[in-house]
């Protein structure tokens, strides 16, 4: 079998060590080969994804297993279902737009070089961490994907750049830490031998109590940071302060959902008597990341910020479907995953471009743009409503689905996070009212509209947007199936408790 997702994985480190490999004289070209390599990603991942058998969905396909260091049972080991499949597409989509927002950011040569050289690293990251089927593996990559990230964020950015840098890396090392003292009690539970650490080996085992519930703690932490949940958020807003938007659009649109990805298909799976027990606690957090996200965004001046604290509401809304165990709630939280990405990811690039024009991220140094830039204003505007979940746009369907399943058994957290919409509309709906209308601003007044190079960026995200907020089924196809597993292995260990 031709052995797409190690291409998938090795392409964008190969393009990055070509772009460090570069002469001085042609960095240049650095934009265009990173373009290329990301374009060619795409193309690849295009055809394997064409080949993916949506009817056996809930299966590992395109798996490869290849021994890694047999001596402490670790395997390079991939392979996609559902889950994996469409979160690697949010990868391969916003990355090419993320350098294509970027194109004219930096004038030193070396400094474009280099950005453009960890994004693609994290690219690779991205991918091994949604194909990883052996722990692991997995865990290495969750590591490692901090080293081009805490580079990105630290070294291309605002004032508070290295704070903001420092504060991530010490949240995702605090949890990595934990975490990987789950990993190696897991293996001494497992089978052990070669092939100890995957997936497949490690789920269904038979372990105490007090062992799975400890196990499930060391990764669920680690996952919470990630994702980021109430309390452990607090890195999220000053890197999206701080960092580039081009950065924080991939951090938050792709890279966070390996903490909901994780919860998914690693505690759902490997622990599902423990994800039973912790159920009623981490719904009472999702609820309370859902209201204190959203009412932290209405009180932001900096637009950047604000729409931080939106994804810490959203993932909250993401992480309740996980944890009601019902399909549909499931597969609404997985196809959230997907459309938080296009409209956030959306959101973060347009907040850029209008950061890039005038210097500020303030809310109150704006007004009456609508009038300056109306077709900036109309993006921004659509943008804005599929973050607030409007129908027709894909993240309605998504909260929808999860409030929908998860009612029947978790019917007052639903109530409550229900308030959320009403809470989306007023940050999304003032926002635009301060920034796009009323009088223009005269030192606004030269402001230049959304260039060819910004439309590509962010249209194509507002046409899958449309495109699933009519037709969702297209990527529900995916993740039904593996939301049944899911579902059905939280069910069974519940039938022999």
């Not at 990603?41 to 809930?58: C, I």
């Not at 949940?229 to 659009?249: C, I, K, N, Q, Y």
Request: with cysteine; hydrophobic share 60%; net charge negative.
């Amino acid at each position: 079998m031709f052995p797409f997702l190690t291409i998938l994985v090795a392409l964008p480190a190969a393009g990055a060590a070509l772009l460090w490999a570069l002469p001085a004289p042609a960095r240049a070209r650095s934009r265009e080969i990173a373009i290329g390599v990301t374009g060619l990603e795409l193309v690849l991942f295009v055809v394997m994804a064409l080949q993916f058998d949506k009817a056996d969905a809930g299966a590992f396909q395109f798996s490869e297993t290849y021994a890694w260091i047999p001596q402490i049972g670790t395997s390079w080991a991939l392979g996609v279902n559902g889950f994996g499949l469409l979160l690697i597409a949010l990868a391969v989509i916003l990355t090419p737009l993320a350098i294509l927002a970027a194109w004219r950011e930096d004038t030193d040569l070396k400094a474009r070089r280099d950005y453009l050289a960890l994004i693609l690293v994290s690219l690779s990251f991205m991918v091994g961490i949604f194909a990883a089927r052996d722990v692991f593996l997995f865990y290495v990559l969750f590591e490692a994907m901090l080293i081009p990230l805490y580079f990105l964020i630290g070294r291309f950015g605002g004032l508070q750049r290295r704070y903001a840098a420092v504060k991530f890396l010490l949240f995702s090392l605090a949890g990595g830490l934990v975490m990987l003292v789950g990993v190696v009690a897991l293996y001494f539970q497992g089978p052990g031998g070669e092939d100890g650490f995957l997936t497949d080996r490690l789920t269904g085992l038979e372990l105490s109590t007090t062992t799975e519930r400890l196990l499930f703690l060391s990764f669920f932490l680690a996952f919470a940071i990630k994702a980021p949940m109430v309390p452990v958020h607090t890195w999220l807003p000053d890197v999206a302060e701080s960092a580039r938007p081009g950065t924080t659009a991939l951090l938050v649109a792709v890279l966070d959902k390996i903490g909901t990805f994780g919860m998914l298909t690693l505690c759902l799976v490997l622990f599902p008597e423990a994800s039973q027990w912790a159920a009623p606690g981490v719904i009472v957090f999702a609820v309370i990341s859902v209201i204190y996200g959203a009412l932290l965004a209405i009180g932001q001046k900096d637009m950047l910020r604000l729409v931080s604290f939106t994804s810490v509401s959203h993932f909250g809304v993401m992480i309740l479907g996980i944890f009601a165990f019902q399909q549909t709630s499931i597969e609404g939280a997985a196809l959230y995953m997907f459309n938080h990405g296009l409209s956030t990811g959306a959101l973060f690039l347009l907040v850029g471009f209008l950061v890039a024009r005038t210097g500020t991220a303030d809310v109150d140094a704006y007004g009456g743009l609508q009038k300056v830039v109306p077709v900036f204003a109309g993006y921004f505007l659509v943008v804005g409503l599929s973050s607030l979940s409007l129908p027709g746009l894909s993240p309605f369907i998504s909260e929808i689905m999860v409030f929908v399943g998860a009612y029947p058994v978790a019917a007052v957290a639903v109530i409550i996070s229900a308030i959320s919409v009403v809470l989306a509309a007023l940050y999304i709906l003032l926002t635009y009212k301060r920034v796009f209308t009323g009088p223009p601003r005269e030192e606004l007044a030269a402001t230049r509209e959304l260039t060819v190079r910004e439309r590509l960026v962010v249209g194509p995200l507002i046409a899958l947007m449309l495109l699933l907020g009519f037709l969702p089924g297209i990527a529900i196809d995916y993740l039904s199936a593996p939301s049944a597993d899911a579902v059905s292995q939280v069910a069974i260990e519940e039938a022999g408790a």
